[in-house]
């Protein structure tokens, strides 16, 4: 059993009434009826009134405009440790306290901006409606339309304004004015000034200046100039990259407005042109910038944010509409880590405080610290961690030889603290003796380990009592853990899932920051010799044998200097290959790269295995299917079972008389579109003991991804087991799925380069348990499959698989994602609401509800749910308010205009 502990954040109630009120909704959608057809009118209604839109919606469109007016300023503070205050007041007296003069220099933009979005909701019409009109004409009329009292931009090829005519020769007035120099469009006085503003709805709307008062005064017109002429130098290579990009999207906008097959670019042509873009969107980046200018640009910076935005958003639209990927985004840098600490833990620690006072029962918690060799600087830093903490009621037991040094002051021979006991060894002290002399020395209901030189939260000890007051009957209870570099900064947090016992077996992710009852503890024989460095590796595997009963709190609870989650060693395999001996478990444990361990289970038997692939038409993945299925594929024992649904196309029934492998079987279900039906259906037809869902759009990469698959769902605890799904160029499409990520459901490590790369979740290199893998490739034991009753139905294409896993999760079996199993999908990394029939999405609220309020267990609350990153959060959105706002603002029934 695994625990979550944290608070719901802020906006929870709002959310929760509003989560009613669409679970009732989707109630009524369930079963239409011209007698409820008024009420459901009425709450939908209610609810797109109740769910305000998202500040960073989920179509890139949308998000482009609402960032389309560059100069609605707003300066972030700084992330800085020291001096962040200072920074902050720069930037603002900087971005704020010229802002009449930043406004001018933006307007041109803005109106360009305001154009593109015109372009891009066409083009996107038009490939939604399926048409082949040519709308070159009305596209290049837009682009290079000048509004009234719209200032030309002159040197549009470099200057900011660009758009309008991108060969017109640059004049160094021009690159100078980057507003246009005319006295006809000279700026209104501080107060009055005309510029382009976006509306409730998204749409363009002008701040006009009161009937009657003079629109020009000559002071600030002779300001302004003598500041544009000044600025000039900086300005010039400031803003030619944003020019660039407005010249790069305005030409390639035209190349996609021919008629589809005409002139538009193919594939790759697309996907460099979209390259392109994406390198030029931050118009600060341009490199080989003069050093007077590097030395203004963080100040820069912040009056082009949100230019630099509408150019990322713009360009992922772009991207969606050809149907191609943007390049891969970065690996979170994390760079404001320390300011997310500070703004969370203050209050969490005064919460913590509050709640030790409420406690009924306050444990006692014993600290094993095995000292030989410690830092005195580092040692002390360690004391102090400890002795500052709001929970009293503690242990801390100190280790170490007895001919070592004393402790550093003020915790020296002449000070009496009734809550440190000193321990001393003589003869060896290595740190397995040391542990398990400090064991015997303890006194403490709970034990934990704690490095000499590591430290530990203010409130770590608290959180813990918190969560066994909640649920006394835990055994194990951990936290989530940073480093400290060696100037004592903190870095690298690693925010860990609620218990994971596949993840165990890949990597001891629990870590340090962990306590266990004693008495289990003593039971299970306490820390053994024999396993240097994998002492606490050994001992949490032997727990988890003892006792599931393991709680997670997701907080920051301990900072360690030395070594790091994820390192592995010959002494951790041993301990792993002992731990599945005593389970009966028939299995291989090997070390396949840094960081973690591979158990390989031995297949018991050689079991058939029903590949059921629906298909409608698509010969050309179709044929790299099979064609690479058929030929890498060294498990034995398979049928692949082709499933056509309205194909068509003479050329798909042609590649079908092709395969004359007898381990095809061909069928046919010509009915309306139904994944879960075709399905279901077909694996009433197969004949396998495994029945293995996957999509026709793959391409069998590793020779022993079938057998990988099959030795995962031969697992008795085990209920579906996915594979790594790649995109062609590497990045990670699918590892696991997450309830409540990107409005419904999403991807972790979405489009991240595939490896062991370092982010604050991990990486896709270990085996981890789920909710849910994708049925794009998923396999389940065909007894299991058939009781549970197959796919639901009542979804037509998307969420049967997530509904799916949820409901293996209730009986008690674990959903795996091995890595080990890797396949290539050819799908459009674009993500497009509207192609998702909209009953899916309020069927998917009704079944993942429960897991949208409380959170998914194999995440973490601290982990943003806006993208697939596994970056730190810094919304206040839980699952079920991102989910709602999706069904209010979102489906595709939610884009006409409030009544």
């Known amino acids: 059993m695994s625990t979550l502990f944290h608070t719901m954040p802020e906006g929870g109630q709002a959310a929760q009434s509003a989560g009613e009120l669409a679970e009732r909704i989707a109630a009524l959608r369930a079963e239409p009826s011209e007698a409820n057809a008024r009420e459901l009118a009425a709450l939908t209604e209610r609810l797109r009134r109740l769910v305000p839109p998202a500040n960073t919606p989920l179509s890139p469109l949308l998000a482009a405009a ?21 920074v902050t007041a720069a930037k603002r007296a900087f971005v704020l306290g010229l802002r009449p003069l930043h406004v001018e220099l933006l307007k041109p933009q803005a109106a360009f901006n305001q154009r593109v979005l015109r372009v891009l909701e066409r083009l996107e019409a038009r490939r939604d409606q399926g048409t082949r009109e040519d709308l070159t004409d009305w596209v290049r009329g837009q682009l290079d339309a000048q509004g009234a009292g719209e200032a030309a931009p002159a040197g549009a090829a470099s200057g900011f304004g660009g758009g309008s005519s991108p060969e017109v020769a640059q004049t160094r007035e021009g690159a100078q004015g980057f507003g246009g120099g005319s006295a006809a469009a000279a700026p209104a006085p501080h107060g009055t000034l005309n510029f382009v503003d976006v509306g409730a709805a998204g749409g363009p709307r002008e701040r006009r200046t009161p009937r009657g008062f003079a629109p020009v005064d000559l002071a600030w017109k002779l300001a302004w100039r003598a500041w544009r002429r000044a600025m000039g130098p900086v300005l010039e290579p400031l803003l030619e990259r944003q020019a660039e990009w407005n010249a790069q ?24 042109r979209v390259a392109r873009l994406v390198a030029l969107a931050s118009p600060l980046a341009r490199p080989g910038l003069p050093r007077g200018v590097r030395a203004s640009a963080p100040l820069w910076r912040e009056v082009l ?73 580092h040692l002390r830093e360690c004391l102090a961690s400890v002795e500052a903490q709001v929970y009293p009621e503690w242990e801390l037991v100190l280790v170490g030889p007895e001919d070592g040094p004393a402790l550093p002051e003020p915790w020296g021979s002449s000070r009496r603290q009734p809550r440190i006991r000193r321990v001393t060894l003589s003869g060896p002290t290595d740190f397995a ?52 570099d060696t100037r004592g900064r903190r870095t690298a947090p690693f925010f860990k899932p609620d218990w994971s016992p596949d993840l165990l077996r890949s990597v001891d992710y629990l870590g340090r920051g962990v306590m266990a009852r004693r ?96 298909f409608k038409d698509r010969p050309d993945l179709l044929k790299t299917l099979t064609d690479t299925l058929l030929e890498r ?52 037809q197969a004949t ?37 799904l790649l995109f062609p160029e590497g990045t990670v499409q699918h590892a696991g799925i997450v309830v409540g990520m990107t409005g419904m459901a999403g991807h972790p490590f979405w489009r991240l380069p595939d490896g062991p790369i370092a982010t604050p979740f991990g990486h896709t290199e270990w085996v981890r348990n789920w909710l849910s893998v994708t049925s794009a490739c998923v396999m389940i034991r065909r007894p299991l499959f058939d009781a549970l009753g197959g796919f639901d139905e009542r979804f037509l294409l998307c969420g049967s698989d997530v509904d799916l896993g949820l409901r293996l999760h209730a009986r008690g079996l674990r959903v795996v994602c091995t890595p080990f199993a890797r396949v290539v999908h050819h799908e459009s990394a674009s993500r497009r609401t509207d192609a998702i029939p909209e009953p899916d999405y309020w069927r998917s609220f009704t079944s993942y ?51």
């Not at 999207?249 to 670019?265: D, H, K, N, Q």
């Not at 024992?637 to 309205?646: C, G, I, P």
């Not at 699952?879 to 884009?895: D, F, I, N, Q, Y």
């Open 66 to 86: 609402r960032l389309a007016v560059p100069f609605d300023f707003s300066v972030p503070p700084s992330h800085r440790a020291s001096g962040g205050q200072w």
């Open 249 to 272: 999207m305005r030409e390639t906008l035209l190349s996609v407005a021919s008629a589809p097959g005409a002139g538009t670019p193919d594939p790759l042509d697309a996907t460099h």
């Open 305 to 377: 944010r949100r230019q630099s935005r509408f150019n990322g958003e713009a360009v992922v639209a772009l991207a969606a509409i050809l149907g191609v990927r943007t390049p891969p985004p970065p690996v979170p840098a994390l760079e404001d880590f320390h300011h997310w600490c500070t703004l969370r833990e203050s209050g969490d620690i005064h919460a913590a405080r509050e709640a030790v006072a409420r406690l009924p029962r306050r444990p006692r918690l014993s600290l094993l610290v095995a000292t030989a060799g410690a830092c005195p600087a």
């Open 433 to 484: 003796r040391a542990l398990r002399v400090g064991l015997q020395a303890a006194s403490g209901d709970f034990v934990g380990v704690l490095g000499a030189e590591d430290t530990l939260a203010p409130h770590a000890l608290a959180e813990v009592a918190r969560a066994l007051g909640a649920d006394p009957g835990l055994d194990v209870v951990y936290g989530d853990e940073d480093r400290l």
């Open 519 to 614: 008495a289990l503890v003593e039971s299970v024989g306490g820390f053994r010799e024999g396993f240097p460095g994998a002492e606490e590796y050994d001992l949490f595997l032997r727990l988890s044998e003892a006792s599931e009963r393991i709680g997670h709190v997701p907080h920051l609870l301990y900072h360690r200097r030395l070594g790091a989650v994820g390192q592995v060693s010959q002494e951790g395999r041993r301990a792993l290959a002992e731990h599945l001996a005593r389970r009966g478990e028939d299995a291989e444990v090997t070390v396949p790269g840094p960081g973690r361990y591979r158990v390989r289970y031995a297949v018991r038997g050689t079991p058939k295995v029903s590949i059921i692939v629906p």
């Open 633 to 684: 594929t060294t498990y034995p024992h398979f049928e692949l079972v082709l499933v056509s649904n309205n194909s068509v196309r003479p050329e798909t029934f042609a590649l079908l008389d092709t395969l004359t492998d007898a381990r095809v079987v061909k069928r046919t279900w010509d009915f309306p579109f139904n994944y879960p039906a075709i399905n279901n259906w077909a694996a009433g």
């Open 688 to 724: 396998g003991e495994l029945l293995l869902f996957l999509n026709n759009d793959m391409e069998v990469v590793d020779p022993g991804w079938l057998t990988e698959l099959v030795s995962q769902a031969q697992r008795p605890e085990v209920g579906a087991v996915g594979a790594k």
């Open 849 to 899: 509800r429960p897991w949208l309020l409380k959170g998914d267990p194999y995440y973490n609350p601290n982990l943003t749910l806006l993208s697939g990153d596994c970056d730190l959060r810094r919304h206040p959105e839980d699952g079920e308010a991102l989910a709602v706002r999706t069904l209010a603002h979102e489906v595709p029934s939610a884009r006409r205009p409030p009544a």
